[in-house]
C-alpha cells in the first residue's frame, strides 16, 4: 500500500454498497478525493448517523436509495451504470442486532450478497471487492490467529450470517467467476474496526463516546474481550489496493481469494484497555460501569493474520494503538464541537497516506 497512491481509480467508474454505512462512507470520500465516479448502493442514513451526512456526500457521489435484497431493482442499477469495479459493503452490521431481528440479518448478509454476485455475474462486471467480517471464522478459543483458509463458521446468526456469505462467494466464484489468468473478484476479512463517524449502538467505541459527550453513565460489557483493534482507514486502503491489483491484472489466480486485513498483534487489546484510552484522549475523569448480564454471546478472543495480504499485496498497517485511538477521538470531537468534518476527514486520510 505504501507504494501506492491509488490513481488507479481515478476517472473509473465504481459502485459503493453500504455507502451510507461507517465504512461505505469513508471508502465513499477517498475515492471521490482521488477524483472516482463514485456511485453508491444503500439504505437510507440510519437516524442517529452523522458520517455520510455530514461529509455532504450525497452531493459528492451518484447516490442509490435501495435494500439489496431487491434484485430487480439493484441489477437495473448495475446494468445501466457499468462499473469498472464493485466493492461490496452492505450488511447488516451490529452483533446484538441479530438476537432482536435474526431475519433480517440473514437475509440481508446473505440473500443480499447472493444478489451482488449474481448482479456481478449476468452483468459481466470485472472486479469485485466482496467485504465480509472476521466473525466468519468458527471461533474455537484459540489463543493464535485466524488465516484465510481456516474452517468458517459460528455459534450467533451474526456470525453465521457471514459465513454464509463466504461460502456463497466461494460457490459463486468456483462456478461462475474463476475464468482468467489473473485474480479479479476477491473476498476480504477486517479485524474490529474504529475510528470517527460510527455512530452504532452496541459497539463499544460509539458507546463510550456518546457516555463523554452526553456526559451519561458508562457502561461496557465484556471489559477483558480481546479484540484486533483498528481504525477505518486501515482495511479500507486494504480494499483499495486488493481493488487497484486486480483492476492492473497483478494478482495471479493461483492465489486463493481470500483476505485478512488484520492489525499486527500488538494491536490486540482488550475492551477495558479501548474504554480506559479513549477516556485519556477526551481528557476527563469517567466511572466505567461493568454489566454483568448480557443477553447475547460474545467471543473472548479473536485474533486475525495479516502475512498473506502483507505478502502478496505490499499492504500492512501503519497506524498503532495510541495513533488509532487518538485519531478516532480528535474526528469526534472535530464534529461535535467545531462542525468541521470534512476537512479532518481529508486531513486524517492524508495523514493515512503519508505514513
Known amino acids: 500500500m505504501r507504494n ?69 431493482k439493484l441489477n437495473q442499477i448495475i446494468k445501466k451504470e457499468k462499473p469498472d469495479i464493485i466493492f461490496h459493503l452492505a450488511a447488516q452490521s451490529v452483533v446484538s442486532e441479530s438476537y432482536i431481528n435474526p431475519l433480517p440479518t440473514m437475509t440481508t448478509n446473505v440473500i443480499g450478497s447472493a444478489n451482488i454476485l449474481e ?22 478459543g484459540r489463543k493464535k490467529s485466524y488465516f484465510e483458509n481456516d ?10 450470517s457471514k459465513a454464509c456469505a463466504e461460502l456463497t462467494f466461494e460457490a459463486y466464484f468456483k462456478s461462475f467467476l474463476l475464468k482468467n489468468k489473473k485474480l479479479s473478484f476477491a473476498t476480504t ?16 467505541v460509539p458507546d463510550v463516546i456518546k457516555a463523554l ?14 479484540r484486533p483493534w483498528q481504525h477505518v482507514l486501515e482495511p479500507v486502503s486494504g480494499y483499495l489496493r486488493l ?20 492489525p499486527n498483534i500488538i494491536n490486540n487489546k482488550t475492551v477495558l484497555e479501548v474504554v480506559k484510552e479513549i477516556i485519556s484522549c477526551w481528557g476527563i475523569k469517567k466511572k466505567i460501569n461493568i454489566v454483568k448480564n448480557k443477553n447475547f454471546k460474545e467471543a473472548k478472543l479473536l485474533m486475525i493474520s495479516n502475512i498473506k495480504a502483507k505478502k502478496e499485496l505490499n499492504w500492512s498497517p501503519s497506524l498503532n494503538f495510541n495513533e488509532t485511538i487518538k485519531m478516532t ?15 479532518i476527514t481529508t486531513k486524517q486520510i492524508e495523514y493515512f497516506l503519508n505514513k
Open 189 to 204: 476479512r477486517a479485524g474490529n474496526v474504529i475510528g470517527g463517524g460510527d455512530m452504532k449502538k452496541d459497539r463499544i
Open 213 to 226: 459527550k452526553n456526559k451519561t453513565s458508562l457502561e461496557i460489557r465484556n471489559p477483558n474481550a480481546t
Open 243 to 262: 481493488g487497484e491489483l486486480m483492476i492492473n491484472k497483478k494478482i495471479s489466480s493461483s492465489v486463493k481469494p481470500n483476505w485478512n486485513f488484520g
Open 4 to 72: 501506492s497512491s491509488l490513481k488507479t481509480y481515478k476517472n473509473l467508474k465504481v459502485i459503493v454498497t453500504g455507502s451510507t454505512g461507517f465504512k461505505g462512507a469513508w471508502l465513499c470520500f477517498w475515492l471521490y478525493l482521488i477524483g472516482a465516479k463514485v456511485v453508491g448502493i444503500s439504505l437510507k442514513p440510519e437516524k442517529n448517523s452523522i458520517l455520510f451526512k455530514k461529509l455532504l456526500l450525497q452531493k459528492k457521489i451518484k447516490q442509490f436509495y435501495l435494500d439489496i435484497r431487491n434484485f430487480k
Open 151 to 160: 474452517i468458517l463458521g459460528g455459534e450467533d446468526l451474526y456470525s453465521a
Open 119 to 140: 448482479g456481478v455475474r449476468v452483468n459481466k462486471i470485472k472486479n469485485l471487492v466482496y467485504i465480509t467480517s472476521d466473525k466468519c471464522y468458527l471461533n474455537d
Open 329 to 343: 477521538v480528535e474526528w469526534y470531537k472535530k464534529c461535535f464541537f467545531e462542525n468541521n468534518i470534512e476537512e
